[in-house]
């Protein structure tokens, strides 16, 4: 069964310094990975996915099928960036149809 | 603007008070699906809808209705209410079916049940 995990709750770095969000997933095909965040008071919204390896607002993320990882970096962190962020997993599911798969979450606090 | 928009946006009622939530988006999606956001379990599918007349159920669909009537509307019925479904909730939108579509979200809908 498909499955996200995000370790980590709460993450508070300062600003300027590297950030790591952890994700990681169970799937037995070959998975779609997102990174969406949801900003204070905003809704949430698409930041990357992996088939673009792309760059947003400094962030990358590499899916990495050997650890089965997913993990959402930048190098230098700041004030803006802080904002609930969700790693998902797009998959089959038990009823066959393929949806959107979220882990429960980290909240990135960036500290002056 | 595309946009998905739903409606009431904040809601108090009482157990067993049947409600509706409306979703409508304006970007011609055919995929819509219902989320609820609860503290330490992030977002959990409860409904989703592949196009009109089309709906299946999510990981925690108990409690609710859904229907497609529509292709821009994607209403969730609360026949019932009870506590456990004091929640915020989410819809989403994408052009077909998940995959590397990206899903547009609603500003929620925060209900509170007692």
């Known amino acids: 069964a498909q499955r996200v995990t995000q370790p980590e709750k709460l993450l508070s770095v300062f600003k300027g310094a590297p950030v790591e969000l952890k994700c990681n997933y169970s799937y037995s095909g070959s998975p779609e990975l997102f990174w969406y965040v949801q900003y204070s008071r905003q809704r949430l919204q698409l930041l990357l996915r992996?088939?673009s390896r792309e760059s947003i607002k400094g962030f990358t993320a590499d899916l990495n099928k050997g650890e089965t990882s997913f993990h959402l970096k930048k190098p230098f962190a700041q004030e803006e960036d802080s904002a609930m962020y969700y790693c998902a997993l797009s998959g089959r599911g038990e009823t066959g149809a393929n949806n959107l798969f979220f882990g429960t979450g980290t909240r990135l606090t960036v500290i002056p | 603007e595309a946009q998905v928009t739903q409606n009431p946006r904040y809601l108090i009622t009482v157990t067993g008070k049947k409600l509706t939530v409306t979703c409508s988006q304006n970007?011609?999606?055919?995929?819509m699906s219902w989320y609820r956001q609860d503290p330490g379990l992030g977002l959990r599918q409860i409904y989703y809808?592949?196009?009109?007349?089309?709906?299946d159920k999510g990981d925690v669909p108990e409690g609710y209705k859904v229907s497609r009537k529509e292709k821009r509307n994607f209403p969730l019925i609360l026949e019932s209410p009870s506590p456990n479904q004091t929640s915020l909730y989410f819809c989403a939108s994408s052009l077909l079916a998940v995959g590397s579509y990206e899903q547009y979200f609603g500003p929620g809908t925060r209900l509170t049940v007692t």
């Open positions: 809808s592949m196009n009109v007349e089309v709906t």
């Open positions: 992996h088939i």
């Open positions: 970007m011609n999606h055919e995929y």
